[in-house]
């Protein structure tokens, strides 16, 4: 069974910046892509931010572009998304997936697991 642990949410002011960790375990990752998805309250799901296997090719939504940065360390199957200049508009549950196919879907739906999430709450 896969298993995927978000951690480093919090609270933070406006334009200050926090690093969220997802560790991944119960198989084999090869090929996987990680991806980073946020939910604020009353809205859907959306896609933040996804990174391949082999770290060389990234996605982001256009409203993180240029303020988050993902990562991934496969050695130890963990993934990361450091967000800086964060605005209260950022504030949701982050969550992380992994699409197990190799290409770098933004729909929530083409991802095969799930972490619980981690809150992440920007004041003003």
């Known amino acids: 069974q896969v298993q995927l642990v978000e951690s480093g949410g919090g609270l933070v002011q406006a334009g200050g910046s926090l690093r969220l960790s997802c560790a991944a375990s119960?198989?084999?990752?090869?090929?996987?892509?990680m991806g980073w998805f946020r939910q604020a309250p009353g809205k859907e799901r959306e896609f933040v931010a996804a990174?391949?296997?082999?770290?060389?090719?990234?996605r982001y939504a256009s409203s993180v572009k240029g303020r988050f940065t993902i990562s991934r360390d496969n050695a130890k199957n963990t993934v990361y998304l450091q967000m800086n200049s964060l605005k209260p508009e950022d504030t949701a549950v982050y969550y992380c997936a992994v699409n197990l196919g190799g290409s770098i879907p933004a729909s929530r739906y083409e991802y095969d697991y799930w972490g619980q999430g981690t809150q992440v709450t920007v004041s003003s």
């Open positions: 990174i391949t296997w082999s770290g060389s090719f990234t």
């Open positions: 119960g198989r084999t990752f090869g090929n996987s892509v």
